[in-house]
């Protein structure tokens, strides 16, 4: 067994992990035109500092790539895309925004992978298309109905971008993994809520971990579970009814 690829996923960990902090903290200014690009690119060298969280945490995800997947060109696209996600995950979370940098770069992995995989041209094209599309909709109805934002513009591209990399399938679990992690975490904060808050939660951060999960677990099995989870409740609801009605 080689270690190399492992040696080149920890100095990627390395270099990412100091980039993504850096950019976590000085994206959000650009993409609010409070400086330029060129401010931008200078504070990264002038206010340069060793970041450990980022690190540790890329270190975990990108030699678990080359363990679990293997060490092949899937393994490399998801390093850029997790370092796309991170951001995504920090900036969303803080600002309730997402740079348009993280979707380009997103993109961009998926273009490599879209001409690796011609022959599946068709199921990254309706990927993009349902991932973003949900998400238009969904935002699109909470205009009409509730008469305020219910999806950001910056979730459907986000959506639109890992529709493109991971086609139909994955597309569709990953929304309904980050819609189960949003419904579960944003009920809890609902009730722990303080006045101050405005009700609103960034859905940037479970879009994040729905595809990271999305990355060592198939989409079948998720299905599966899914499926299981459904059948039983249905199966437990029926018990419930069927107990009221002999009393």
């Not at 997947?69 to 600002?95: E, H, K, M, P, Q």
């Amino acid at each position: 067994m080689t270690y190399i690829p492992y040696v080149i996923m920890s100095l990627l960990a390395i270099f990412l992990g100091q980039a993504t902090y850096h950019l976590n903290r000085k994206l959000p200014p650009v993409v609010s035109e409070e400086i330029t690009y060129k401010e931008f690119f200078k504070s990264l060298k002038t206010d340069f500092k060793i970041d450990i969280k980022y690190t540790i945490i890329y270190l975990a995800l990108f030699n678990s790539f080359i363990y679990f997947l293997g060490n092949n060109l899937s393994s490399y696209l998801y390093v850029i895309i997790t370092f796309a996600l991170a951001i995504v995950f920090s900036v969303d979370a803080r600002y309730r925004l997402i740079p348009d940098e993280t979707h380009i770069v997103i993109l961009i992995a998926g273009v490599i992978n879209f001409i690796v995989h011609i022959d599946r041209w068709w199921d990254f094209l309706a990927g993009s298309l349902i991932g973003g599309g949900i998400f238009y909709l969904l935002g699109l109805i909470s205009l009409l109905i509730l008469k305020k934002e219910g999806m950001g513009f910056g979730d459907v591209k986000l959506m639109a971008a890992i529709g493109f990399m991971f086609g139909i399938k994955y597309t569709l679990v990953i929304t309904l993994v980050s819609f189960v992690l949003g419904a579960v975490v944003g009920g809890a904060l609902l009730i722990i809520k303080s006045k101050e808050s405005d009700g609103y939660i960034p859905f940037g951060p479970f879009i994040v971990i729905a595809t990271i999960l999305l990355m060592f677990v198939p989409a079948d099995y998720i299905i599966e579970l899914y499926i299981t989870f459904c059948s039983w409740l249905g199966m437990q609801m029926s018990n419930l009814v069927y107990y009221f009605m002999k009393k």
